[in-house]
C-alpha cells in the first residue's frame, strides 16, 4: 500500500527540466570536491515535521488532512513508519530522525510509553534492514507534555528531573538499537520565563548532571552515537540556556563536558540569536565542535522559529563552505527540520518542498566547491593576512613578543602603518558570479 | 586633468569576465523586455556618499583619502563637481543626485550660502551641458547643521521653519536651473525622540504646511519635477513621520498633498520599518505612488541603515518585478544611495562597488523580465484568484452582494468549501532557477 | 454553584495591604480627574484568553486545568457563560468581549453553528440582564478554522469571502442583541505569507469591500456599536494589511471608510509593529480614531505576541495620559486581551493575573492625571513651541507666509537662530517621581 | 575658574524636593542593607561622553558647545581635566574612568602620543590628590583612529597588532600610575564586517595573545588592578567576538584566561545582544566574574547603541538586585557610560542627566535591598525550588543518581507528578508594590 500514490520516484533531470517531481541539482553520486553529494550531504528527513505536524499555528487548527489521521494512536504510529520510508525511498535520501514522541503514543505510564515505543521500534528496524535506510539522529522530547512547563533537566520539580533522566535512559537505548549515528539534545524548555522567580545555578548544574548521566549511560551500554546540543536562543521559553554555540560551548567546558558533544546548528535558531547560520557554523567549527545541521531557513523580520523549508542560497552556499571547511559533517548530516508551510497542505508539498531543499543544498554545495576550488574567499584571506606570514607578524604568532619589545618595535619603525581596502563589494560580486554559475 | 587616473572606462565583458573594472549583466543598450537597461534603470550615482562621506562612523573618524581633501572648502566642492561627471562618464550611466550641503560649503548666512551654492552650480550646469549627464533628483539638507537639532518644518522653533522653508526655496529654484527630473523630501529630523515633550499634532500641521509651500512655490516658479517622499521608520530620530509608505501616504492623504507627491523607497528604510523592500515597493505601487528608489541593502541582524551597495540578488529581482510592474519608474530612477564600507576606504573601490550595483541590478532585471516573460509568479497568481473571475467571486467583485445575500449563498449551497494548497516550496525553487540562469 | 470557589469578592484594601485577592490602586467609585476610575477605566475581560485558552503553546500542549473541560462541548460552552460572570462579579468588572468562536461550538454547518451560537446567547443575555455586565464588543473569529488558510475576507478562494461575510452578519446580530457597545475587526489572517503569490490589490479591495458591506447591514437593522479596526503587523501571516495605526487609517481613507472606523489598539501589537503603545495611542488619538484598547504587554526581546498582563507601570501611565487627553475612550474601554502565562496554569491566577492587570491600569491612571495636573509634560510642551504663538511662527501657523515670504524674513533677521535644550533626562526622572508618588 | 559656574553643589533633599539641582535618592551617608550608598554605588563619571562628546550623529555635527572647545588640543585637554574635577565635586560621587583618547590629543607618532599623555596625567594625578577622586578604569581606544580600520589585537595588519600592544603597555602604566581600580578591555573593532574575507582563527588566537601579554606586563610592572572584558554583539563592527557574557567567558575559558579576567556589564550592550542586563549580570555573578558595570539604559525599539542615561527603575533595581547578591561589584563600580541626549546640548544638561542616572540607581538599591529583606523573590525561589532539598530530589543533587536508578524511582512511583503554578503575574504585581514604595 502507498501513503503516496500520485507520487513518483524522484530523479535527477538537471537544470531546465520543468518535472516538478525531479531534482535540478541533487544528483546523488554526482562527485564533487571528491566525494559523491550523497556523502557530503548526509540527507535526512525530520519525522516530526513531515509525519506529525499538521500546520497548527497558535491563531488556527490544522491544516493538512494526511491518509493516517483517521486510525487509532498505535496504528497511526504504524502507518507513519510506512509513511516515512516510502518517503525516504521516493526522495532517494538515506537518513531520518526522530523524537519518542513523534514515533509512538504517550502512555499512562512510563512503562506503557515505553511498550507502545517498542513496539514502533521493531518495526522501524525491521524497515531499515529492508530498505537500507538510517536513523541519523534520535532524541527525546522533553518539552511537549505539561509535565515539562518548568522544564525538565531543569525543572524546578525534582520528580520531572527524575522522569526526564528515565525518558532520556530510553531513547539512548532505542537509539542503540536503531544503529543512530547521532543523538540530540534541544532543551526545548531548558531556561527560563523569568529572572525573578528562577535559581538559575541550581537549574545549570541540574542541567549539567542530567548531561554527565547520559554520557555515563551511553558508555555502560556501549551507545557509540555522537552527542549533539542544539542551541536555540528562546521559544518557547523566554531565553533558553543554549542560547547559541558559544554559551552552550562555554557551558560544556565549565561542566567538564565538551569532549563529549558536539553542536547541531539549526539555521533558524542561529538567526533568532542574533547570528548568521554560517556564524554559528563557523563558531562551531573553530572550536572542533561542528556535529551536524538542521537545515531549514527563518525569515529575518519574524521573530520566531518558522522552520522553513531553506531555498536561500547565499545561505546554502555559505553553510556548505563551511562544511566543505570542516572536512564534512563526520556522523553528521543535514537534517530538514522543516515544515511546509499551513498553506501547503497536501501531500504532495512534502515531497515538493524537500525538492527545494535538497537543490538548494546541492546547489549550495557545488557553489561552495567552485569558491574553494577558485580560491575566491581563501585567496582574498591569504593576501590580507599576509603580515602575519613574515616579520613582525610571525614573531607575533610565534610567541616571540610581549608588549616591551612590540613598544620597541612600534618606536624604532621608520614608515608610517599602511592598511589596504578589504575590497568586500567586489567579493560579494564575485560570490554571485559563482553562485549564479554552477 | 583625472582624478581617477587609474581607472579606465567601464565596458561591458559580460559573463565569465574576470576584470575587475568591467560589467557583467549591464549592458547598457541591450534590449530586455521592450526597452534598453539604460531606459530601465535611469541608474543615478548618490553624490554624499560618493563625492563627501569619508568612513567616519559613531566609533571612528573617515578612513578614506580622495585627492580633494587637502582643498580649501569653495575648491573642495569644485574639484568634486569635475570628480563627479569623470565618474559617471567612466561608468557610463546618466543620472546623479545631491543634497545643496553636498555641492557647496555653508557660509556664515543664508545669503552666502546661496551665493555659494550658485558659484557651483553654474559649474554643474556647465558639465551636465558638455557631457549630456543629468540631475535626477537634488534636496535640501535640513539635518546635519546644528539648527535643525529639533527638527526642520518639525522644529520646536519657528525661526527653524523659516529658515528651512528658505533653503527649500534655493533649491527648488537649483533643481529648476540644473533640470532637475525630481525633488526629494527626505524627512532626517522631522519626527520625535521622546513623545513626553512632543507636541505631534502642531509638528503634523507643520509639516504639511511646508509641503504645500514647497507645491505652490514649485508650481509658480515653473518647476515641473516629481515630488518624492522618502519614508524611514527612525535613524537619527527615535521616531520619524514618514515611517513607512502607507504611513506617508496616509499623511499626504490627510493634508490633501496626495496628488502632488509620489515615494521615494529606499531598501534599508523599508527593512528597518519591519518590511521587505519589495512591500514598500508594492504599497506604493498599488497607490499609484511609485516614483523612484534609492538603491541599497541593509543587514537584517543590524539595527541600523548601512546603507550597503547592493548585491542580493532576491532582492534586486523582487524589486525590479514591481518596478516591470508598474510600467517603470516614469521620471524616478535607480539611485544608488550606498556608501563603500569603511574598509574599502579606497577610490577603486567607489567603481568596484557601482559595478557591483549595477550588475547586480541589471541582473535583477533580466530575472524579473523572465519571471514576467515565463508567468512564473501571474500564472500561479492567476490559478490562486480564479475564482473571482467567475460564479459568486466574480458577483462579489461586480458589487452584487451585501451580508445578506451572502448569507443566503452560503445556506443554500452544497458542496462544502475546499481550499488548495499554495505550492509556496515550489514556487520560491522556481525562482532561484530563473534568477540563476539569467 | 462556583466555579472559583476559593476566590473571594476583590475589594480595594489599598497600598500596604499583602492580601493577594485585594486591589492595591484600582477603586471603582474613586474620583480621578473628575470621573470615577470604573468610568475611566471600563475594564473588560477577554473571553478568549480568560475562558477558552489552556497554556497550548507551539511546542506543549495545554497546561491549564478548568473544571469545564470535561463536558461535553455545548454544555462547557454555556458552563464558561456561568465562570464568566462569576469572574466580572468576583473582579468587580463591568464588561467582557468575545468571538463567536469563544462561545460556541462550531456546527457541521454555518446553519448549525448559528443555532449553538443562539443557545449561547440567550444564556448571555439572561446574565446580562441579573447581573448588569456589558458586552464591550464581539467579532468574528476568522482565522482559527482551516476555511480560513488564506485569509477570510482577503482569501484567493471566494467562497470563503462568502461565509466570512455570512458569519460577520451574524456577529452584527449577536452584538445588536446582547447591547454590545463596539465591534471589533482583527484580521487575524488578512495580509500575506509571500509577495510571490499574492494579488494584494484584489485582496485590499475585497477588505475594502467586506468593511462596506458590514457598515451598510449594520445600519439597516439599527446596530449602533462604534466599529474598530485592532491593527497588528504580522503573526500568524507574515504582513497583516492593517501593520498599524497609521496603515490602518490610510486604507480606511482610501477607502473612503475613514467616518465609519475607529482603531482598538493593543499595546503587544504596537511593539511588534515597532512602535511604543503611547505611540499608537497618539497616532489614533490625532486622527480623531482612538476608540478602545487591548490592554497588555510583550515583551521587547522576544518577537511573538505574548499577550502578557500589563505590569509596566511606564506603560500603563503613558497609555493613560493619551487616554486622559482623548477625553477618554467614549464608548470604548480597556479589555484585558491578555494571558496568564503558561507556567500560572491555576484557576487562581486568573484572579491574580486580572488583579495585577487592573491595578497597574488604575497606579497609570493616577499618575496620568497627576502628570496632567501639575503640568509635568504640558508646561515643557508649552515653553518649547511657544515660538508658534507670536511672530513669525503664529503667522506660520495662521497660513500667511510662503517660501517667498520666509526667505525675506531670513534673509533680513539680525539673529542668529538659538535652540534650547529639551531637557529629556529632567523630564524623565520628574516621571519617575510622579509615577512612584501616587 | 569654574566650568560650571551656574551649578551649584548637588545635595540630597529628598523625595519631594522641586530643586533640579538637587538628589531625591541618592544620599551618599545612609546606610541601606549594610553600607553607605556610596560604598554600593561606587559611582563614576565617563569622561568621553562627558567632556569629549558633542552630540555628533551619523546625520549631523555636533550640537554642545562647551567653554573649552576654542582652546588649542593640549589645552583644551588640560582645561578637560578641570572640568572633570569640578563636575565629580559638584556631583559628590568619587570615581572616573577615561581612554587615552579622551583625555590627551594624539601626536604624530606614539613618542608624541606619549608624551601628550604624561603631561595630562600628571594633572590628574594632581587633581586626584588635591580632591580625593579616583580613577575606577583606565583603557586603551583602539578603534576611532583610521589604523584601527581592520581592528586591533584581531587586525588583518601586524604592525596595527604591534601598535595596540604599546598603546596598552603605556595605559597599564597610566593606570598604575593613577591608581586604577579595573583596566577595561572594550573591543570596538575586534569583530568582522564579514565571513567571507575574514580568518577567525587567526584572529581569535591573536586576541588571546594580546591579552596574555597584558596579563604578564602588568604582574611585571605590579599594576594590580582588575583586568575587564566589556562584551557587545555588534556596533561598530557586524559581529564583535565579545558578543555577550557567555561568550566572552567561553573565549576567556578556551585561551586559558578565565582567572584574569572579569566582565564589565553595559546595560545597552546586554539588550543589543537580545538579553536583559539582569540576564548579563546574572551569567556574570554565576561564574564568578560579575566585575563592573557600564550603566545606562537603551531603547528597545532603537537597534543602536543609545546609550541613554539610566532612568528605567525596573532595570536599575534589577541591577541592583544582582549586584546585592554578588555581594557588591569589588573593585568595580557604577559607571555612567551614558551620553547626554543631542537635544540636552547645554551645560547643565550634563548635571541633570547625571542627577537622573544617580538618583535611578539609588532608587534602584533602596528597591533591591527591599525585594531581598522582604524575601519578595527569594521566598518564591525556595518554595519553588523545595522539591532539591529533600527525597529524590536532594539525593539528584547530591551525585547519588544515574539514569537507571531514576528510571527505577519513576516506575516504582506511585503518585503523578504534580507541578505547581509559578504566579508570575501576582510577583511582578509584588514588585511593582515594592518599586513605588521606596
Ligand atoms: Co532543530
Ligand atoms: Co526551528
Ligand atoms: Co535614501
Ligand atoms: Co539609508
Ligand atoms: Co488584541
Ligand atoms: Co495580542
Ligand atoms: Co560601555
Ligand atoms: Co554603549
Redesign the interface.
Known amino acids: 500500500m502507498s501513503f503516496f500514490p500520485n507520487v513518483p520516484q524522484i530523479k535527477y533531470e538537471g ?1 531546465g527540466s520543468k518535472n ?1 517531481f525531479a531534482y ?1 541539482h541533487y544528483n546523488p553520486k554526482e562527485v564533487v570536491f571528491g566525494k559523491t553529494m550523497e556523502e557530503h550531504l548526509r540527507i535526512s528527513v525530520a519525522y516530526w515535521h513531515t509525519f506529525n505536524a499538521n ?1 497548527t ?7 493538512a488532512v494526511r491518509s493516517w489521521d483517521s486510525l487509532s494512536p498505535l496504528d497511526r504510529s504504524l502507518a507513519r513508519v510506512e509513511a516515512n520510508f516510502e518517503l525516504l525511498e521516493k526522495l532517494g535520501v538515506p537518513y531520518y530522525a526522530f523524537h519518542d514522541a513523534d514515533i509512538a503514543p504517550e502512555g499512562e505510564t ?2 506503557e510509553t515505553n511498550k507502545n515505543i517498542d513496539v514502533v521500534v521493531a518495526k522501524l528496524k525491521e524497515y531499515q534492514q529492508s530498505t537500507g535506510k538510517k536513523l541519523l539522529w534520535n532524541t527525546a522530547n522533553l ?8 522544564g525538565a533537566s531543569t ?9 526526564s ?2 525518558t ?3 531513547m ?1 537505548e532505542v537509539g542503540k538499537e536503531l544503529g543512530a549515528e547521532n543523538y540530540v539534545f534541544w532543551g ?2 531548558e531556561g527560563y ?10 537549574e ?3 542541567l549539567a ?1 542530567m548531561l554527565h ?2 554520557v ?2 551511553a558508555k555502560e551500554i556501549g551507545f557509540g552515537a555522537q552527542f549533539l546540543i542544539e542551541p536555540k ?4 521559553t ?2 533558553q540556556y543554549d ?2 554555540a ?2 552552550a ?3 560544556l ?2 561542566y567538564g563536558l565538551k569532549d563529549y558533544f558536539k553542536m547541531n546548528i539549526e539555521a533558524n535558531h542561529a ?6 547560520f ?2 554559528e557554523l ?1 563558531v562551531s567549527r ?2 572542533g565542535a561542528l556535529g551536524s545541521i538542521d537545515a531549514n531557513q527563518g ?7 518558522t522552520d ?2 531553506p ?4 545561505s546554502t552556499t ?1 553553510a556548505m563552505y563551511e562544511i566543505l571547511k570542516n572536512d564534512g559533517l563526520g556522523k553528521g548530516g543535514v537534517n530538514f527540520d522543516a515544515k ?7 501531500d ?2 512534502l515531497f ?2 524537500h ?3 535538497i ?2 543544498f546541492a ?1 549550495g554545495l557545488k557553489a561552495a566547491a567552485k569558491l574553494i576550488e577558485e580560491k575566491v ?1 581563501d585567496g ?2 591569504e593576501e ?2 599576509s ?2 606570514r613574515e ?4 614573531e ?2 610565534a ?1 616571540k ?4 619589545s ?2 620597541q ?3 624604532t ?1 621608520q614608515q608610517p ?13 564575485s ?3 559563482v ?3 554552477v
Do not use: C
Not at 143 to 150: E, G
Not at 155 to 163: Q, T
Not at 271 to 276: E, K, M, N, Q, V
Not at 417 to 429: D, V
Open positions: 537544470r516538478p535540478k500546520g499555528d497558535p491563531f488556527g487548527v490544522g491544516t512510563l512503562a518539552f511537549t507534555n505539561p509535565r515539562y512547563v518548568h525543572s524546578s520539580n525534582a520528580e520531572v528531573f527524575a522522569y533522566a528515565a532520556i535512559k530510553k539512548l526545548g524548555r520565563e523569568s529572572l525573578l522567580n528562577t535559581d538559575m545555578g541550581l545549570l548544574d541540574n548532571r548521566m547520559a555515563d549511560y536562543p528562546k521559544e518557547p523566554k531565553h542560547f547559541d558559544a554559551t560551548i562555554n557551558f567546558r565549565k538567526t533568532l540569536a542574533g547570528h548568521t554560517e556564524h563557523r573553530l572550536e525569515d529575518y523580520l519574524l521573530g520566531w522559529d522553513e523549508f531555498t536561500d542560497l547565499y555559505l511546509v508551510r499551513r498553506t501547503s497542505f497536501e504532495e508539498d515538493y518542498a525538492i527545494a531543499g537543490d538548494s546547489h574567499l582574498v584571506i590580507r593576512y603580515s602575519y616579520g613582525v607578524g610571525a607575533i604568532v610567541g613578543h610581549d608588549l616591551k612590540l613598544e618595535y612600534v618606536l619603525k602603518i599602511k592598511n589596504r581596502s578589504n575590497r568586500l563589494e567586489q567579493l560579494r560580486a560570490v554571485n558570479e553562485i549564479t554559475s
